[in-house]
């Protein structure tokens, strides 16, 4: 009893002497999280030893926590540095990780400070997926998704959207996409369209993205009708653009964007933009506005 | 029949005696406490990770039982001199020798099928409390009856090394007969490697050799079916009988040449 007793108490000290030293010394952070030991895919296969899939699981967590890290550290130089390398692993290790092609194919073409914006590596992952599993429609319509909404490339997409709708259980929305993406090039109702057929995807963290873009596609279209009403306001040569001067002119309030950040207002060429503190910031490349 | 089972009691008492079921107190909280954690961690895939975990720790768990309990099953006997006792009973030696492989086969099998209750009971308890919305992400159900097909090659396996542990340890230390299974065990899942050998070596010599050995060597990657039952793939129930009998087989020729070789050990 007593010898239980001195090993409690001992431990009790050890755990306390710990927490004084971390006070008192505090450690450099040896950034164990951006050092990734194996870079082989095929070197992991063979190390995993059978065990590929739970090994193909680290690497997904890995790539959560990396993502998240960075998306919360805004101070960081080389952000998501390491988020292709990650998932490319858990997807060499586990070629049937499904999620993990999407995730790549959502968040790594997403354009600084949400992602890296890299469309080319979001690309590569897919076409990886498509290779362990040719009948997926849903990495043909991302790589798609991909050419349409990162790379400005509607032919391509187009061509992708075909691709997708000609696999088993495709849904029949896709080859009427691919002939807009043709037609109409890069408008905002096909994006609308494509990001509302995300919203009922099966992941939390898919409709969420969806739900970002759908306000930032409508805060394009508020920019569009404030920087209208202000080229129909007269002012004087040399008068800069104010929201006072506006309010003048009708404008109850300084407009807010979706996410409840007031708009800003370029004084010289009276350009609306959302706040850098929005979170809707920063709105994809212009499209034109046709409806 | 009679003296195989007593043995084969005996060593399923003595691996309880030896606390080896611990180990399933150790696996209940690792995947109680990981369905907790992984849910905050994993971005919606905590039911694909509960499978692969349950399925990779039945597995080694299995696989460290059946190494260092496999290695001492004879070599004990010996060193405690007991085997002059044992074999001076109406007991033969191809009888002792299946007596102690069917003990430690039965150890595992109990292992085995708590360590399964045990993943159905979690995976259960996650799909009742999911609501529907959650569940449509799930490629799979929660407790899906194919991840048995899974378990029942993880158990052919863990036979497998059991019965290569055995055959080494009717002859080497125990020591030295950890270092060869554990070999084979790692040989074993590369095997798929030497068998397309010829594709990466110009030396038809060296593509025969290599082709030699993916036979005689234990083929154990075939028995993994883990990635496929977790992502609802199909696994032919032909495959899961071909690799079934493939493996029964090969523990019939380790048996036998164990039986073989310690029928000649001389224990004088």
Redesign the interface.
Known sequence: MIRSLAAAVCLILAVTLQVWRDRAFPRADPGTQQLLYVRSPEALKRIALGFDALAADLYWIRAIQQYGGDRLDAGKARRYELLYPLLDLATALDPYFNIAYRFGAIFLSEAPPGGPGRPEHAVALLRKGIAAQPGKWQYYHDIAFVHYWSLRDPVAAAAWFRRAAAQPGAPNWLLPVAAAMLTQGSDRTSSRFLWQQMLSADQEWMRRRAEHALMQLDTLDQIDQLEAFIASVPRRPGEPYTWFSLARAGLRRVPEDPSGTPYELDPATGRVTVSRSSLLFPLPEPMDAKR | MRAVSHIAVNVFRESVRDRVPYNLVLFAVLLIGSSYL?AQ?????DV??IK??G??AT??FGLFIAVFIGIGLVSKEVERRSIYSLLSKPISRPQFITGKYAGLVLTLAVNVGVMTLAMYAVLGYMTWIESA??K??W?TPGADPALLKAMLLIFVELMLVTAIALFFSTFSSPILSAAMTFGLY?AG??NADLRNFEQVVDSRAAAWLARGLYHVLPD??SF?I???V??G?PVSAGYVAGSVAYGALYIAALLLAATVIFSRRDFK
């Open positions: 992984l961690l994993t971005a919606g895939q694909k990770i692969d975990l399925l990779a597995s080694v919305e959650f449509a992400s490629e790692v899942n590369f154990l990657s993994d883990k990635t496929q977790v992502h793939l």
